[in-house]
């Protein structure tokens, strides 16, 4: 009878704590992620968008949902089997502005009286209210000689029967990304909502608005007195090779027939500038801003421009951090704003006067900051490694933090994680460099454990706290491994020198830093075995792998997804050149030596150690022929490899069953490398 009773316990207590389960793929899929999110003008109600990934259709869908601002009464606004996007509250606070099938709708709070108000052909994006709620900013891709939409159906039409499907280029820029330009161009408008008259206007014709690259979600926006339009936008001659966005000024009263022929420029550096936010009283212009040409990881120092006096202001030039979104208090007399930090995006406040930083909140990974009406609250987007982004409050005194949405939290709870912990080494010179080290999950520390070394992007990037969606640390590590991702020479979030040192180097002081923090965690973290290791990157990560590959033999296999391998011919094979010309100081005829010092196929004939090879037909950023030749390389050469070639995918892996066999086949190459 006792033995029948502990048993009926332990049934029991089974079913009160389930066993939880290491991560997997489906779980990863199965996370609803928040993306835009905006707060009502009285402060009580969140709108954000929350998307769901089906990996039977392949694909994702985005729905809107209302909750309140105390984390109370979620409800669905608008959730059809198509995509809902770019929800915005109007300043009355009675309409919800949103997109769906590439136009703008508008419907009360409750999600009736929908109506459409544009019925653009070349559709509509990227809303922005003006305070008194009469009219919006957006934007759209067109022909920049046409005058009206039926123009542009007219053209596209025209091309789509034609039996010639060439194309003939005079310009550099043709294609972007992984988009086929043709002779499209972003365009603003502004939409009368009374009317639902929709004015292109033109800004200056070839020129995109917001920029082709380097901008931010806020690259234009109305004066508090509905009077002015600030706007982001590139007028050099030669896009290809300039990162010199700027700030301009147009006068509403100036739009008559709808062409725009009077503007100012604010900004005055030869970098990016962008994201002009008016001050509440309409005094004063907050902008991000890049002061040197070409370089588009340069620092983001915070400007004010003074519309009344003119005048121009850095108010960074003293904190060694890159200003990210701009955020004003309510009296004016302060900016709230964040930035990567270390392994976190810290959220901080900027006093005009005085120009003191104080951080408001450290940790975690914090983003689409808004302010509660009396100023004395934050709203945001928070995620770590173990928790997808879900929406939290704060007062800006940096106290009562807490979660107002909880998506996931069931999933969640069944699924065992580790937080992240961080170790620094030594890296080339003794400067110290700060790695993440995550742990399997049920992590036992009398035991041996294979390790994967994971290298970010960009390369001035950094792995942070997040729960990343592609390279997700926590499903490396759900498969047994511990996963080890240092922030070497050219991350961002450890001042601008430490990022700026990778630019002409990318083979060099990097590479030592990586090698010092893996044999620094091999030494010094007993579980991890030193047998069993292997190495993964993508993009910049990617051509470290096949840097690493011709320069030692640590590793039992190693992962290059859409790596460079060539400079040379990366050069000639890209879109954004200012990018290759920064990174190497010139072009292959000017600086020739730098390239080939720091080509990866020029010590490939080193390599030993076996290599899985990844890449997508419509990555024009690192195109697909520096994947044809690495694996040529190493076939020729007799090295194990394997190429995983996706001919519908990007520079990322996004289609749920794309990403599906990219987890399956880097496992099983990690498993078939694996010494007993």
Known sequence: MYRKLLIIVFILSSLAFPQKRNLNFDDLFAMQRIGEMDLSPDGRTIVFTASSFSIDLNRGNSDIFLIDSDGKNLRALKNSEKSEGNPRFSPDGRKIAYTLDGQIRVCNTDGSSDEQLTSLYTGASGIVWSKDGSKMLFVSSVYPDCQDQECNKNRDEAQERSKVKASIFTELLYRHWNDWRGDKR??????????????????????????????????????????????????????????????????????????????????????????????????????????????????????????????????????????????????????????????YESIYKINLMSREVTPVLKERINTSL???????????????????????????????????????????????????????????????????????????????????????????????????????????????????????RGSTGYGQKFTDEISGDWGGKVYTDLMNAYDYAVKNYKFIDGRNTFAAGASYGGYMINWIAGHTDRFNALVSHAGVFNLESMYGTTEELWFTEWEFKGTPWTNRKLYEKFSPHRYIHNCKTPVLVVHGAYDFRVPEEQAFQLFTSLQRLGVKSKFLYFPDETHFVAKPQNARLWWKTVFEWFNENYKK
Request: no cysteine.
């Open 186 to 343: 972003s365009h603003l408008f502004i939409l009368d909502v009374s009317s639902k008259e929709a004015i292109d206007l033109n800004l200056y014709g070839k020129y995109d608005v917001p920029p082709i690259a380097l901008g931010s979600a806020n690259d234009y926006s109305f004066s508090p007195d509905g009077k002015e339009i600030a706007f982001t936008m590139n007028t050099d001659s030669f896009p290809a090779t300039s990162t010199n966005n700027d700030i301009f000024l147009i006068n509403i009263s100036d739009i008559s027939t709808g062409k725009v022929t009077r503007h100012k420029k604010i900004s005055i550096s030869k970098g990016n500038d962008n994201q002009p936010v008016y001050s509440p009283d309409g005094r004063y212009i907050a902008f991000s801003s890049m002061e040197r040409a070409g370089f588009e990881a340069d620092k983001q120092r915070l400007m004010i421009y003074d519309r009344e006096k003119g005048t121009l202001t850095s108010l960074t030039d003293k904190f060694d951090r890159s200003v990210a979104e701009i955020v004003w208090a309510k009296d004016g007399t302060s900016i709230f704003f964040n930035a990567a930090n270390e392994v």
């Open 370 to 488: 808004k302010l509660s009406p009396d100023g004395n609250t934050l709203y945001f987007k928070q995620q770590r490694s173990t928790l997808p982004y879900e929406i939290f409050s704060m007062g800006t005194d940096g106290k009562n933090l807490k979660q107002l949405t909880f998506l996931n939290a069931e999933r969640l709870s069944q699924i065992e994680m580790n937080e992240i912990e961080t170790f620094t080494s030594k890296g080339a010179g003794g400067t110290p460099v700060q790695s993440i080290i995550v742990k399997p999950p049920f992590f036992d520390p009398n035991k041996k454990y294979p390790m994967i070394f994971l290298i970010h992007g960009g390369p001035q990037g950094a792995w942070n706290d997040d729960f990343h969606f592609r390279w997700n640390i926590q499903m490396f590590a759900s498969d047994g491994y511990v996963v080890v991702a240092p922030n070497p």
